[in-house]
């Protein structure tokens, strides 16, 4: 079972031998990765005891730094102070609109008939009369 810590708890771990952060409703134990964080120790000092999540995506961090997170959680956050919104990875979603396809099959095939048409009636008025 996952323990589950408040919000005051998280506050508490705010010394630099006791570093607890909360990354969206998880809460992180970093005391043993200060030294270790590429990012430095100032960062994660910084929001001991804290809600680190905005800074934390906003860096945009790894895969791969997100797989080394798992090794410093302690718990989640009580099930009445959790949010919903949590921010999102740092990535951009792209959407192109799907073409309207009863729309664009009906021109793809009106244009060159009509361009027919007209050459058509063109040849006949200038040729044959
Ligand atoms: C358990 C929590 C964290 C882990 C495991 C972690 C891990 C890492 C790793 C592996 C990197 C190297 C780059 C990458 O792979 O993305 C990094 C860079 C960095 N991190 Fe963290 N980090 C954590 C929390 C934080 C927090 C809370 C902040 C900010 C308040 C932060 C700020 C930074 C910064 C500024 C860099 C440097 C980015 C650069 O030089 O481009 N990190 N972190």
Do not use: C
């Not at 771990?13 to 120790?41: A, C, M, Q, R």
């Not at 410093?72 to 999102?88: H, Q």
């Not at 951009?92 to 050459?119: C, F, N, R, Y």
């Amino acid at each position: 079972m996952v323990k589950e810590y408040t919000i005051a708890q998280v506050k508490e771990h705010n010394s630099k031998k006791d570093v607890w952060i909360l990354i969206g409703n998880d809460i992180y134990d970093v005391t043993p990765f200060l030294n270790e964080h590429p990012g430095g120790e100032e960062v994660l000092l910084e929001h001991a005891g804290k809600n680190a999540t905005e800074a934390f995506e906003d860096v945009g961090h790894s895969t791969d730094a997100r797989e080394r997170m798992d090794e410093f959680k302690v718990g989640t956050l009580v099930a009445a102070e959790r949010t919903a919104d949590i921010p999102k990875k740092n990535t951009t979603e792209w959407s192109v609109p799907a073409p309207d396809a009863t729309e664009s099959s009906l021109k793809s095939w009106i244009i060159p008939v009509a361009i027919g048409l007209v050459a058509t009636v063109a040849y006949r008025l200038y040729f044959m009369s």
